[in-house]
Every structure is written in C-alpha cells, then in structure tokens.
C-alpha cells in the first residue's frame, strides 16, 4: 500500500506541474528497488540450490538480511 500512496503522490504532485513525464521518471525511479527484488526471489525460485545457498548465507550473516530488508522497505523518490 505504501508504494501505492507514493505513486498518488508522484502523479498529483506531475498533474500540479501539468507534465506527466514527471511523473514516468519518478515511477520508473520508484518502481527500481521492489522490481530489483522481484526478479532476484524469482531466481531463487526457479534454481534451488541457488536458493538453499543464499538463506545459508544470510542466516550465517543476520545483519546482512536486515540491512536487505530495511533497504527494500525504505522507499525513496
């Protein structure tokens, strides 16, 4: 839902500048990180030892699953 409001916001803020190109390059830019993220748990889906490998690794390094998870939650424009 945050990223919908955001999206709101970016398109009332380019209507109020009367450009929606504005708008295309802020969704773009918005849109980067959680299509970043999509991509990479779909990659993990389709190789298993992939992914067996990746939570190995992130469980060895909790602050580095944080810091992921953080970054992906923080939305930036």
Known sequence: MSLSFHQALILAEAMA???LRVYEA???KLLR???FLGNVLL???RY???RRAA???LALEPPVLEKLLR???EIRI
């Open 48 to 50: 298993p030892s992939l």
């Open 43 to 45: 990659l993990l889906d």
């Open 17 to 19: 500048c009367g450009g």
């Open 55 to 57: 939570f190995e690794a």
């Open 71 to 73: 970054q992906h939650a």
């Open 33 to 35: 990180r959680p299509a």
């Open 26 to 28: 802020a969704h773009r």
